[in-house]
């Protein structure tokens, strides 16, 4: 049964990822973007990340996503050539990376990681929200903060980039 | 019947490879920061797959800092793509060849 969902996830987010980079408008490759975002949460709740599962949705499909929508509808953009003129360049780079990668698979012979033994960090918490929250808050809790410092310059940084004025008195003066 | 971690690892070097041949093919500065997203998610998988195997919550911890990382990364690389629009009225890559030797 596991098996069943993780081939649906699996073959979903596979077909969805190919149709991002493969389709011509950027409007579908981000709806196919969305399909992709959803079937990685429930990929996380079969993995019993059911936190990281509500996040992704609220995140992801429901921030990162509307704003790229957002400045695809803005810019108002019409279709273009698709590839580039680098595509030979990108086809050995690939085609290197795709052949490590089946050398690797192939050496190691599918043998699984051993399991690290007393490294649980799971302290008293029954749900994985509670876990993710004690380890986020006592361990984590300097990378924690650091993190709101790179949210706050993010905001501060598009909202300079992106301000009308200061590009016009640039370009002017 | 549980699924072995190398069914994700596979998974997860599918997609990541994906949004590598995206950045690298496309000419749509979008569509290249979608194929990073493509990438994210992938590392995104790969972390909360191990986190599992070895029942180790931290895994997931990372998965949440690298949603921050993505959520900043787009913010500011979506006001570039702005700034450059209202600049050339194009987000052709092929157009921006300033830092070109």
Redesign the interface.
């Known amino acids: ?3 069943v969902f ?1 081939f649906y996830f ?1 073959l979903v ?2 077909a969805a ?2 149709l ?2 493969a389709l011509r408008n ?1 409007i579908y ?2 709806l196919a ?1 969305l399909i ?2 959803f079937h ?1 949460a429930g ?2 709740v ?4 059911e ?2 599962a509500a ?2 949705i609220i ?2 499909a429901g ?2 996503l509307v ?2 929508l957002f ?2 509808m ?2 108002n ?1 019409r279709q ?8 030979p ?2 086809g050995i ?2 085609a290197t ?2 052949i490590e ?1 089946i050398i690797l ?1 192939v050496m190691k012979g ?1 043998t ?2 051993v ?2 033994a007393g ?4 302290v008293g918490a029954t749900t ?1 929200a509670g ?2 929250g ?3 808050y006592s ?2 809790l300097f ?1 924690f903060e650091v ?1 709101s410092l ?2 706050l ?3 501060i ?3 300079m ?2 301000k ?1 004025d200061i ?1 016009e008195v640039n370009s002017e003066g | 019947m549980t699924v072995p971690l190398s069914y994700y690892l596979v998974l997860s070097g599918i997609v990541f490879l994906t949004g590598f041949v995206g950045v690298l093919l496309r000419r749509n500065i979008i569509i290249i920061l979608l194929s990073v997203e493509l990438m994210l998610n992938a590392t995104n998988i790969n972390f909360v797959a191990f986190s599992q195997y070895f029942h180790d919550v931290a895994g997931q911890v990372f998965v949440f800092f690298a949603l921050t990382v993505a959520a900043a990364e787009v913010a500011v690389g979506l006001a570039i793509i702005i700034a450059l629009y209202r600049a050339k009225s194009a987000i052709n890559i092929d157009e921006f060849q300033l830092l070109k030797w």
């Open positions: 049964m596991e098996q993780f699996a987010i596979a990822s190919v991002v980079v950027p490759s981000a973007l992709m975002f990685v990929l996380y079969t993995l019993h990340a936190f990281l996040v992704q995140v992801y921030a990162i704003l790229y400045v695809v803005l810019l953009l273009d050539d698709r590839y580039h003129r680098q595509w360049m990108a780079v690939g990376l795709v990668a698979t599918w699984a990681p399991v690290a490294t649980e960090t799971t994985n876990a993710i004690d380890v986020l361990t984590y990378p993190a790179i949210l310059v993010a905001m940084g598009a909202i980039l992106a009308k590009v």
